[in-house]
């Protein structure tokens, strides 16, 4: 009867496992191809990227052009990582561009294999949800942060722990040192809670390394998974010297959450008559110190798997990608590339070879987001192999910008200044001997028109030099005529039909001819007087600036 009623236990409890195991992979099938559902928290997710020394990239993706580029949205499209180890390299891969074109080629087989081989890519996914606690952040901070030092009075703690336990086992044969151990307990007891300020800096990262640890070693029997890094047994053997020591912290974690507070209540009283947590604390933080690299190396292990799922996951839920072509030289071809971030995009096709790129237009008309959607796919190609587009070519470029400028009230900086610091970094970088692509929309916007005129052609006509590429927009016809040596001309235009504008978002070649501005005041029921001064006034500046252009008058 016993026996039976066991065997039923024990049934319910397998029947429970198996759905909640059923439900989860039905789950992951479901999701992947899919956007997250998930919060996001930048400041937790750029840390690893902030702290960490990118000196020896290629190119470090700069906060300027990540603003201007709305990478913040291209980063939510992208991730569909299961850990937040992944999210946070995920992070830092798409703001740096390395030169690593055999680690591409590993990155791709097995892109192609968790995308083919479903069993597989579950089992990797559930391993790695069990670092999606927020605790696992702070997994960077024990190889990017400095520790800290136990004080230069630690001494006395490792004496009242020894006096402790001699008092301890003293009292079983003399009942006035239970006398003594009490009185220990009373200074033990301050100085225990005088480290819960320290230990509660890593009572949280500790147990989440230790899961890291095991959850790399599992995913390194993976035969496909072990080219990434030859080396990590050792990274894993040498973390692992610690283990001991850390799955301290793990059952602190656990017992704050799990047992019943009668247990944690008399763990706490063992902690504290031999002032467990201080000695162990420093004694941890002083190996970890020494296994920096190797806690890295971990790290960089599980979360370049995780993003291998992301990106096939991306690839999965696309309509049209490609896989760039990286070439030497200073060409740009992109096919019917799309924004990745605008919903039913209209594509554009464009070659960028001997000249650089001059747009005209309306407002709204796309001249901006083609910009960006050059700047994004030049980044994600660099970075994570993948365009959005039907085919692109392109050199290594380094990305800069000056497409979203403001005011920076809190340095008493205006609008102009800011525009003049940006654009005069891009001139220092243009000299470089790199190949740059310039990103720019709109310059010198703050000032008057004829200075701006004047400023922004000088400026142009030294970015494009050196191999550089640059895509302006600009409302200004008179560069047109100034920069078309040296810069191809394309424009984007509406149509306007009775009282609606219509933009198709295609671009063309050639500068712009018609101006429908004041045609757009009028359908909006303007006053006739103001469209008449308009449109009188127009026709006289046209005037000025023929004759301007046939004396071969310059204004500076």
């Known amino acids: 009867m016993i026996q039976n009623i066991i065997f039923q236990i024990k049934y319910a409890f397998s029947q429970i496992s198996f759905n909640r195991s059923k439900n989860v992979t039905d789950r992951l099938k479901m999701s992947f191809g899919s956007l997250k559902e998930q919060s996001t928290d930048f400041n937790y997710i750029s840390k690893y990227f902030r702290n960490k020394n990118n000196s020896k990239a290629y190119h470090v993706v700069s906060d300027k052009t990540c603003n201007d580029l709305d990478f913040e949205d291209l980063f939510m499209l992208i991730d569909r990582t299961h850990s937040k180890v992944g999210q946070q390299y995920l992070y830092n891969k798409l703001r740096t561009v390395t030169i690593n074109e055999s680690q591409t080629t590993l990155d791709e087989e097995i892109i192609k294999e968790l995308t083919n081989n479903e069993q597989l890519r579950i089992s990797v996914q559930k391993r790695l949800e069990k670092l999606n606690h927020k605790d696992a952040y702070y997994i960077t901070t024990l190889f990017q942060d400095e520790h800290l030092h136990p004080p230069k009075w630690f001494f006395i703690i490792k004496i009242l722990s020894f006096a402790s336990l001699l008092s301890l086992i ?82 602190e974690a656990k017992l704050q959450g799990e047992f019943e507070m009668i247990a944690w209540f008399i763990f706490e009283i063992f902690k504290t008559i031999f002032l467990l947590e201080p000695l162990l604390l420093f004694g941890v933080l002083k190996k970890l110190s020494t296994k920096r690299e190797e806690i890295e190396n971990v790290f960089q292990f599980v979360g370049h798997i995780d993003m291998l799922i992301s990106i096939a996951s991306l690839r999965k839920g696309l309509d049209t990608f490609c896989l760039p072509t990286i070439t030497t030289d200073n060409t740009i071809q992109a096919k019917d590339i799309s924004h990745p971030l605008i919903f039913n995009c209209t594509t554009n096709t464009i070659t960028i070879a001997d000249k650089s790129i001059l747009l005209t237009g309306s407002n709204m008309s796309g001249k901006t987001s083609f910009i960006r959607a050059i700047g994004l796919n030049i980044i994600t190609g660099l970075t994570i192999n993948t365009c959005f587009a039907t085919s692109m070519v392109f050199p290594r470029l380094k990305v800069f910008s000056a497409i979203r400028i403001s005011d920076d009230l809190m340095n008493d900086k205006s609008y102009y200044f800011e525009e003049v610091l940006t654009i005069k970094e891009m001139l220092k970088e243009s000299k470089s001997g790199e190949k740059n692509l310039f990103l720019l929309d709109e310059m010198f916007k703050g000032t008057n028109t004829v200075e701006r005129i004047a400023a922004g052609k000088a400026v142009l006509s030294t970015l494009s030099k050196n191999n550089n590429t640059v895509l302006v927009s600009t409302h200004d016809i008179e560069l047109t005529d100034m920069l078309s040596k040296e810069y191809e001309l394309y424009h984007f235009s509406e149509t306007v039909h009775n009282k609606t504008v219509g933009f198709d978002y295609k671009m063309k070649e050639g500068k712009l001819k018609n101006r429908n501005a004041i045609r757009i005041l009028k359908i909006n029921d303007y006053p006739n007087e103001i469209i008449q001064e308009a449109i009188t006034i127009s026709k006289e500046l046209d005037k000025l600036y023929l004759n301007t252009n046939n004396s071969d008058a310059i204004i500076i």
């Open 170 to 251: 003293l009292a079983f044969f003399n009942p006035i040192f239970f006398i003594v151990l009490a009185a220990l307990f009373c200074v033990n007891f301050a100085l225990h809670y005088w480290n819960k300020s320290n230990l509660v800096q890593y009572v949280g990262s500790i147990p989440q390394l230790l899961k890291l640890n095991s959850i790399s070693s599992q995913l390194y029997g993976v035969p496909l998974f072990k080219k990434l890094n030859l080396n990590l047994p050792s990274s894993i053997k040498l973390i692992n010297e610690v283990k001991g020591k850390m799955s301290f912290f793990q059952l």
